[in-house]
């Protein structure tokens, strides 16, 4: 009953902003842009948050990533496999037709064929489910293999699209055809690394959006898009370069949004593989594969300096892959200290008293500071005798190489995308197979932690989900999988006179922008 009286409540709120701005438009400032306009294709940030402006899942996550009602309005366990979910009625797609039961069954059944060919798809949020059944136009009845507690979790992720378009393949969304949604906007065209525009959805379930039009542009370079909000030329953007927040704060005509993400910047390394590209020990062998280097590689790193100094204080250390306050956190896990003596030590420990060579890959244009962070962790590697070389690439090249397996030592950028420690243990760390592991660029991979993870997600008492969580990363954190460095700090600049609530998951949702 809270969740049905809560969205009646934004229901109600959201119906007053037509007639405070009824025909105004937006225009917002990116920072990365949207690769796809499948929104069952790829599972990254900024594919992620477009999707979100023009589709509903059965449930959305709100702006901490807790999960409220959007096309379902209520869900119930029948027994330890099988989940209810009561659909919301009267609601309409883009193109008019009626959102149904039917749409639900055949959207959950497109994610294979979205998945074909995804660097990093969404089959992991729909791999337990073993049949979806329309039971009468507003009922799904969906059944697991096993006990799967995170279903409405992993369903927020997954957008419902008409059910006449299930066979619409990727490729053909990316041409504009079936980018049809329940949300708030609909979709009028994108041009890649570009633009996207986006236009008022006035029969929303929720309520019409304050905005008429909205153009969400794309500024990858930081100082061209604080140009752009400083000129006049967006109302807002997102992702504030470090160096000039405070320039904005200044600003009598702006205002900065800041809260803390869900995002941690961490180093993957290929534990899979005995001789590696770029990774390279005076016997040929690939050093990262000895759990003793990578604690070195991680005590050398002084994440206070890269925060304080590379971030302008917009960040915190991380030794472990969720913040704190998340579904899963483990508090007796502590950050790695900054120690190059011991780093020193371990090295020699493991066979490299003078080092090895490493070519260190990282992003130049996808996260705050990322070639800056990139160029610091290299100094960090070299000072404990790693004779380390740092090349940085654009996202659009970085990412698919590094899918690849083209390096041996990458950075990346990881969200909480479910809410709660499985929802990026599993993607970055399980043992990478069809539909596990998908993000798992360094193939790490331990059967102890791919069992507890397992034994989590069947696991329906939240207080034994929550240990066996623990215990899956400690499991991780012990073997450095992945080396944590920090979680970002998420912003946006706004004109004064608009006001946006700000989100964990660093999406920038059109739908939340709100005229003062």
Do not use: C
Request: net charge negative; aromatic share 8%; no cysteine.
């Amino acid at each position: 009953m809270k969740h049905v009286a809560s969205a009646a409540i934004l229901a109600a709120f959201a119906a007053l902003a037509p007639s405070l701005v009824s025909a105004q438009a937006l225009t917002i400032g990116l920072a990365a842009s949207t690769t796809s306009m499948d929104p069952q294709f790829y599972v990254v940030g900024p594919n992620s948050a477009m999707a979100r402006n023009i589709f509903d899942g059965l449930v959305n996550q709100d702006d901490k990533q807790q999960i409220q009602p959007a096309l379902a309005v209520s869900w119930s366990v029948i027994d330890d496999t099988t989940w209810e979910f009561k659909l919301r009625e009267g609601v309409k797609f883009h193109d008019g037709s009626d959102f149904t039961a039917e749409d639900v069954v055949a959207s959950l059944n497109r994610v294979p064929l979205a998945s074909k060919n995804s660097p990093s798809s969404f089959m992991p949020y729909v791999k337990a489910i073993t049949s979806v059944e329309a039971v009468d136009p507003l009922t799904v009845r969906i059944t697991t293999a096993e006990p799967t507690p995170l279903l409405p979790n992993d369903l927020s992720r997954i957008a419902i699209l008409p059910a006449e378009d299930a066979e619409v393949t990727t490729e053909e969304m990316n041409a504009g055809k079936g980018v049809i949604g329940t949300g708030p906007f609909r979709f009028v065209s994108w041009v890649p690394d570009s633009e996207v525009k986006v236009a008022r959805n006035d029969a929303y379930w929720a309520g019409p959006a304050a905005w008429e039009d909205v153009t969400f542009k794309i500024f990858k370079n930081n100082s061209a898009r604080v140009a752009a909000m400083l000129s006049g030329d967006v109302d807002m953007i997102e992702s504030i370069p470090t160096a000039d927040t405070r320039r904005l704060k200044s600003s009598d005509d702006l205002k900065v949004v800041s809260v803390a993400g869900n995002r941690v910047m961490y180093l993957h390394m290929d534990q899979g593989r005995e001789v590696s590209p770029f990774a390279t020990g005076p016997d040929g062998k690939n050093p990262l594969r000895d759990a003793r280097v990578r604690r070195a590689l991680s005590l050398s790193l002084n994440r206070e300096a890269i925060v304080d100094r590379i971030m302008d204080g917009q960040g915190v250390p991380a030794g472990q892959l969720v913040p704190e306050g998340y579904f899963g956190y483990d508090p007796s896990i502590k950050v790695d200290p900054y120690d190059p003596a011991k780093a020193k030590e371990l090295l020699a420990e493991a066979g490299y008293p003078d080092g090895f060579k490493l070519t260190f890959h990282a992003s130049n244009d996808r996260y705050p500071n990322d070639s800056r962070v990139a160029q610091a962790i290299g100094q960090f590697f070299s000072r404990i005798g790693i004779d380390t070389s740092v090349e940085t690439l654009p996202a659009s090249v970085y990412f698919s190489r590094a899918s690849n397996l083209e390096f041996s030592f990458i950075m990346g950028g990881a969200a909480v995308e479910t809410g709660e420690a499985s929802g990026v243990l599993g993607p970055l760390l399980e043992t990478y197979g069809d539909s596990a592991g998908r993000g798992n660029r360094g193939r790490y991979s331990n059967p102890e932690f791919d069992a507890t993870l397992q034994q989590a997600r069947q696991t329906l008492d939240d207080a034994t989900r929550r240990e066996l969580l623990q215990k899956a990363t400690r499991i991780a954190m012990t073997d450095l999988g992945v080396i944590p460095v920090f979680y970002l700090a998420n912003t946006w600049a706004l004109e004064d006179g608009i006001d946006y609530p700000g989100r964990s998951d660093g999406y920038t949702l059109a739908y939340e922008v709100r005229p003062e």
